[in-house]
């Protein structure tokens, strides 16, 4: 069985650019969710994928969407970077159903200078 | 406005110790709640899942416990150990696809 993977490891961008976080989803899981989390503070739900759709959203503005392939691997991107965009963006997949929870990749880390 | 809390934010124990982690939301009309265990800078360590009808689940030397009614859940670790240092989150879920996290208990096992 195969974890959540994400890419990449860490990312270094500027304020204004665009950014595209990858993720592939555990085995057998049809759903990403995606979530950002600052220094210190925890994870805040961005938004959900489920059969190539946006199935729910968190407070983020529109800058940070997000697409599903067929293979049930997701992407998130963030346009128009701000610093405050500067934190670890964390995937996690699971069932449309969670009944087993939700399981976690490692995580990206922004920096936007 | 769901509101998930955690206290305390930060406990220093000595190795053996069994420690209590504290699990607050205001919205009792949960989905389930999950723990996790985050190292620094990494992500995600699934601990225990307990589902809306579920009142506890326990896994080795953990427990945890579910209290709907009082929007409360905790987590009893027993016997800890200087390798359960980390941060421990909860994450309530409602519905499918909603799901707030508190901001976490930073453990600290002492030898």
């Known amino acids: 069985e195969t974890g959540v993977t994400q890419s990449p490891t860490h990312l270094i961008k500027t304020r204004g650019q665009q950014v595209t976080l990858r993720c592939s989803s555990q085995?057998?899981?049809?759903?990403v969710s995606w979530y950002q989390q600052a220094l210190g503070q925890g994870p805040q739900f961005i938004f959900q994928?489920?059969?190539?759709?946006?199935?729910g959203r968190g407070n983020f503005p529109p800058r940070f969407s997000g697409l599903q392939f067929p293979n049930y691997s997701s992407e998130l991107n963030v346009n128009a970077l701000e610093l405050d965009d500067s934190a670890l963006y964390l995937c996690?997949?699971?069932?449309?159903?969670?009944?087993?929870?939700?399981?976690f990749g490692p995580g990206t880390r922004l920096t936007v200078l | 406005k769901q509101e998930v809390t955690q206290i305390p934010a930060a406990l220093s124990v000595p190795e053996g110790e069994n420690l209590v982690l504290n699990c607050s939301f205001t919205?009792?009309?949960?989905?389930?709640l999950q723990w996790f265990r985050q190292d620094p800078g990494k992500g995600l360590t699934s601990l225990l899942l307990?589902?809306?009808?579920?009142r506890e689940q326990t896994s080795g030397r953990l427990n945890a416990s579910l209290d709907k009614s009082s929007g409360r859940s905790t987590l009893y670790i027993a016997a800890s150990q200087p390798g359960d240092s980390a941060t421990y989150l909860c994450a309530v879920g409602y519905n499918f696809n909603k799901f707030y996290f508190g901001s976490g208990t930073k453990l600290n096992v002492k030898p």
């Open positions: 994928y489920y059969r190539e759709e946006e199935n």
């Open positions: 919205d009792s009309a949960i989905y389930n």
């Open positions: 307990i589902q809306s009808s579920q």
């Open positions: 996690a997949s699971s069932l449309i159903d969670p009944m087993d929870g939700q399981f």
């Open positions: 085995s057998g899981h049809n759903t």
